[in-house]
């Protein structure tokens, strides 16, 4: 039974009221990928201990996903495999279910007789059209939970935001509200009756040719790995970070976007965290800085932009000044596969290439400096938009997502940006070369150290 529920009710929305069938509750897991500080999972608990009902964690697993590779997928089964035997402690079955949600989803809800679904928002296209199928097929209440940022994307504005500077005040002023611990899971009282389906890992990992190309720089996959990788940061490098996170031959930023990407750890469990280190506040302000107003802004972003990857959702001003550069000439133009093995001019911009093939991964003010390149060295924005997302979401660890698509069009189409002092191609977009790095930081050592 249930006395109250854990949930704040602003991180909750009916999606699609129903009739609730007499089987279990389904969690359709999707971008939280994880058990601990879970809202959507600790959500759906509460429904079912509130009807008596068994609780099954369902995941559609994609054969492709917007140009996810190998080392994609291999790092987000581990991490599923992992919380399968977590939620199985719990009594708490996880089935995979393969192929899209589409299709898979409505027919375990009608097999189940599911008493009603629950998933997690996110508030890219590919989900909002998979709801929208799933709506259209399904008669069981369908609720959707944010629980990924700490002031719920729906809440804290119903607007596309212009900048930082508009978001920050209304996201710092509701989050004494939202930045709060969470409850655990319970061990689950009530059984999910006899779903007759196991997951065969083996299988699935063989699927993916997982064991392709691993190399000991990629991250360690699952929500233990991204706990530890938590506590590295804030016991190694958090007391530092506002001197160091702008270099990248320091190893001085969080790296934990991967773990935020694929939901195996919490945002809102690295802001307390944070909050509760013994940091200066200066360290303390700049991360949450990134970590809050930033990362939230993307979502913002995607939520109320639905051209969050097309020029058409760049803001006016720069659209109109891109498009008055259309035809300046450019001195150099690359083709997606020359960008792609880093055969540029440029030697830093090769050296970044190289580091986000070989790590997935690439420091926050490299990628900006990357992405403009592929601006001034494309033969349209919109070539060079198609070509940055590209190589982003089939490279980095935590390409595929909001924060992703909004760096992007900071960075080629100013979005979040105001308008800079004109120049050829670029307009009044923010412009940024490497001269401008080598007064950051030792360019020629990041290429040497770079080993390419
Ligand atoms: N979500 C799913 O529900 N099913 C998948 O098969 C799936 C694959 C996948 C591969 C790479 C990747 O980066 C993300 C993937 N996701 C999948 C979704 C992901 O967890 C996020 O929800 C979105 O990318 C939004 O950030």
Known sequence: MLDRYRVDARRVRLLQKGVVGPGPVIYWMNREQRYADNWALLHAQDLALRDMRGLLVVFCLQKTFLSASHRHFCFMLKGLQELESRLREVNIPFVILHGSPEKELPRS???LAAHSVV???NPLRI???WLNSIMAEINVPLYEVDGHNIVPCWHVSEKREYAAYTFRPKV???LPEFLTDFPQVEVHPYGAGDIGLISDWRRIFRQFDTQAAETG???IAGELGGQRQLEVFITKRLSNYNAMRNDPLERGQSELSSYFHFGQLAPQRAALSVAAAEVTEENRAAYLEELI??????DNYCYYCDDYDRFEGFPEWAKKSLDEHRKDSRQYIYTEEQFLRGLTHEPLWNCCQYMLVRDGRLHGYLRMYWAKKILEWSESPEEALRIAILLNDTLAFDGRDP????GVAWSIGGVHDRAWSERPVFGKIR???EKGCRRKFAVDDLIAACGQ
């Open 431 to 433: 412009f940024m070369n």
């Open 109 to 111: 809800i009608d097999q």
């Open 403 to 406: 924060n992703g698509y909004a």
């Open 172 to 174: 710092t002023r509701m």
């Open 293 to 298: 107003v930033r990362r939230e802004l993307s």
């Open 119 to 121: 998933t997690d928002f």
């Open 217 to 219: 720089s990629w991250p």
């Open 127 to 129: 989900k909002r059209n």
